[in-house]
């Protein structure tokens, strides 16, 4: 019989001590597909009730402890990692049986909501049924573990479940149709999250039992992206990252004038990211964002801490994208969104303001700096920035294209025509902007914290472009919440 008293190694534990204790509470994975499989939700319910996740562990003598002073420790890590297994842990209850996990692993203790989750079991079809509801039932079993495996590895400080929205990259509750595309989407970000998290987890016993993890991703994302290309019609891809924006190009010039956002609603722009568009070389990165002429002058009342500017005096000429500055607004802030007498900013406010006492508020048009030279002059053009992190699928299985690797081929606005390789690998040695490490040819992307959580933490969905990830307003303190996470992570890596 299992104790109930969870053993919390030592920086000294070895990778056998960690896993023996993640796996005192693991599910037999025979009788966890057969009860799936054959007996359905009811009987899978019954199956995990003898093999319990315990409760975070509430004795002090064997409780990890968070480095506080010294920011996000190894801990911390850990418990955002649990934060996005809890997501695709429920993700596939909900899909393979149409139900939550089951309450009786203690999984789902003092849980937030779930919102949008399918309606039933979901039910495929066609050629490849068979193998997609098996595929998908293995890896909720493999996430469900990794739930029980990190709550037991973290004890007293493991996070509750956070609230979760599963049709953030939908807006309608997940079906058949969708589910593969969600699931593709989850598994990229959740590869490349793990190996973010490497530098955290580098100098602990918990760097091997990461990688463990991250290889599991990378069967489930492997496996996910040979699906697409089997099922195109229910496993389109997620195109996330992508965000449009208007602009004036000159031929033999490396600067795009008054610049600003199209959508009501996008990712600001950020040095390192590709431009697409007419006229701009392939492979262009944005080197530099700077601010431009001003052309509106406005008052509006700010509040400290918050990015919402109230009673503003005029939106008349106003853009989404559009530099804005003012005393308690902060450099490079710009316009998120426009309604009807305030604005959303990219930014919150380090100042307040009152009606009786507005404060002036000069808007105008940025300008962005690309690593090469346009080859076409144009007005107004629209471009596009995409996440190099995530490619699509469309490597149809030949010689040539393998042999040629990932590429992106420009397009204009929304109708972007991408090719690009079968696996999720860099094309070319990158720099990634939020970390000093290069990301060499043929290795995996790593995404840091907050940038995963700008993927997990908001989305804006279009018919034509697929799916705007964004960053939310920060909210709840300071973290960011919205999207797959509208109350946010929970742990104390909870900001963008």
């Known amino acids: 019989m299992v104790s109930n008293e969870i053993e919390v190694p030592g920086p000294a534990a070895s990778v056998e001590t960690l896993k023996k204790i993640a796996s005192g509470r693991a599910l037999d994975r025979r009788h966890f597909m057969t009860a799936l499989g054959i007996a359905g939700a ?56 149409g139900a939550d996990i089951p309450y009786t692993t203690g999984v789902t203790v003092g849980s937030g909501a779930i919102t949008l989750p399918p309606l039933a079991k979901l039910v495929f079809t066609g050629t490849y049924a068979a193998q997609i509801t098996d595929l998908l039932n293995e890896i909720y079993y493999d996430e469900l573990n990794r739930v029980i495996a990190l709550r ?70 492997g496996a996910l992206r040979l699906v697409s290309i089997q099922n195109p019609t229910i ?40 431009l697409l568009g007419t006229g701009i070389p392939s492979g262009a990165t944005i ?32 853009a989404v994208g559009q530099t804005i500055t003012g005393t308690g607004i902060p450099a490079a802030t710009t316009i998120k969104t426009i309604g009807t007498g305030t604005l959303t900013l990219s930014a919150n406010a380090t100042a307040s303001s009152t009606v009786a006492s507005p404060t002036a508020i000069a808007v105008g048009t940025g300008s ?14 629209v471009f596009a920035v995409t996440d190099t992190v995530d490619v699509m699928p469309a490597d149809p299985g030949t010689a040539a294209l ?23 690998t860099s094309g070319a040695s990158s720099l990634n902007v939020n970390s000093p490490l290069v990301t060499p040819a043929g290795f995996a992307f790593a995404r840091s914290s907050s940038e995963v959580l700008a993927i997990l933490t908001g989305t804006s969905a279009t018919a034509s472009s697929g799916i705007l990830m964004v960053n939310h307003a920060p909210t709840n303190g300071g973290s960011s919440a919205g999207g797959f996470f509208p109350s946010g992570t929970g742990g104390l890596l909870n900001y963008v």
């Open 368 to 381: 962005i700096t690309i690593s090469s030279n346009a080859t076409v002059t144009g007005v107004s053009t």
């Open 235 to 274: 496993a389109a891809y997620l195109d996330t990252g992508i965000a449009t924006f208007i602009g004036s190009a000159t031929a033999g010039s490396n600067v795009i004038a008054n610049v600003y956002f199209t959508a009501t609603s996008g990712p600001i722009l950020v040095v390192g990211q590709v």
């Open 402 to 424: 393998s042999a040629a690797g990932p590429a992106i081929i420009p397009g204009t606005g929304t109708s972007q025509t991408p090719y690009e390789g079968f696996f999720a």
């Open 42 to 97: 009811a009987s899978g319910a019954a199956l995990v009730a003898g093999r319990t996740a315990a409760h975070p562990n509430p004795n002090p003598k064997t409780r990890p402890s968070t480095v506080e002073a010294a920011g996000p420790g190894p801990l911390d890590y850990l418990n955002f990692l649990l934060s996005l297994a809890y997501l695709e842990a429920t993700f596939y209850a909900y899909i393979t049986t």
């Open 152 to 221: 037991n590895l973290l004890g007293s400080v493991a996070i509750a479940r956070p609230a979760i929205n599963l049709g953030a990259a939908t807006t309608t509750a997940v079906t058949a149709s969708n589910a593969l595309s969600v699931a593709r989407l989850l598994e990229d970000v959740g590869a490349s999250a793990y190996a973010g998290a490497a530098i955290a987890l580098a100098a602990t016993p918990y760097i091997t039992y990461g990688a463990q993890i991250l290889a599991v991703e990378a069967f489930h994302a």
């Open 287 to 318: 080197t530099v964002i700077t601010g431009g002429n001003i052309n509106t002058a406005i008052t509006g009342v700010l509040t400290s801490a918050s990015a919402n500017v109230t009673a503003v005096s005029s939106t008349s000429g106003l």
